[in-house]
């Protein structure tokens, strides 16, 4: 009797403890898969140390873009046309599960969703053809990242949206350059190199705060860039979200 009310006791007083815990720090949660806990994975050279879903692997930046889409279901509707380069599960997934015309694109096949081989500098769709592009972090990775912008702005539709995202220097990285200035150096061409000053080892550029300007004069317009800020402080602390990261939602 007396060890039954001892463990009874105990657990409360563990409980009142574990309450405590959470009202300084709310757990995580992913809204990708639901996963709720008390922290997500750190990810090597990220700044940000909540990085990975532990269920799902999602990153901040695929959470973020689960939020947009939740905000923006009118992208997804039915008949709707949709690029999306290089697709992660999740949103392969999703997209899938929509009545839309779905292109699941990227210039390897070494991805399994891949469903057509394609380059982000020659796309080979007619003008004005998609409703929604999809495209984040592809550009760090294509030699000629103004001539994949404009392709992006030719084959959108006016009046449609691509959504462009891209590590960028003080945000992802913490790299000892101008955090203003794209960084981009021919000589930069192995490996090693390409991890120590761009961030991760194919990278081509490490961007600064001027993609903006670069997604402008490739002819974008720029609806907004600040979705996650708008978010708010306890949105952002409860699914780990990069708050000065940027979802760049562009038009034409």
Known sequence: MFKTLEIINENRRLRKKLNEYERQYPPKECPVCGYKGIDFMPYPQIIHKEVKCP??????????????????????????KILHFAPE?????????????????????????VEEKMDIQDIHYDD???????????LEHVPDDFKAMRELRRV???????????PINGVVYELPFDESKTHEDENINTPEAREKYYGQDDHVRLYGSDFKERLLESGFNLLSDDF????GFETIE??????NESLFECTK
């Not at 949103?91 to 599960?97: A, C, R, V």
């Not at 015309?101 to 991805?111: F, M």
């Not at 959108?156 to 891209?166: D, E, F, N, T």
């Not at 409860?238 to 708050?243: T, V």
């Open 55 to 80: 269920n799902c692997f999602s990153q901040e930046r695929h959470r973020a873009t689960w939020l947009y889409l939740e905000k923006n279901e009118h992208l997804l509707e039915k008949g709707n």
């Open 128 to 138: 004005d053809y998609f409703d929604f592009i999809y495209c984040s972090h592809i």
């Open 156 to 166: 959108l539709k006016p009046g449609g949206i691509a959504l462009i995202m891209v």
């Open 89 to 113: 599960r999740p949103f392969y997934d999703l997209f899938k599960s929509k009545d839309i015309e779905y292109h699941a694109v990227d210039l390897y096949s070494t991805n399994p969703l």
């Open 228 to 231: 996650i800020k708008k978010l």
């Open 238 to 243: 409860r699914y780990a979200l990069l708050r």
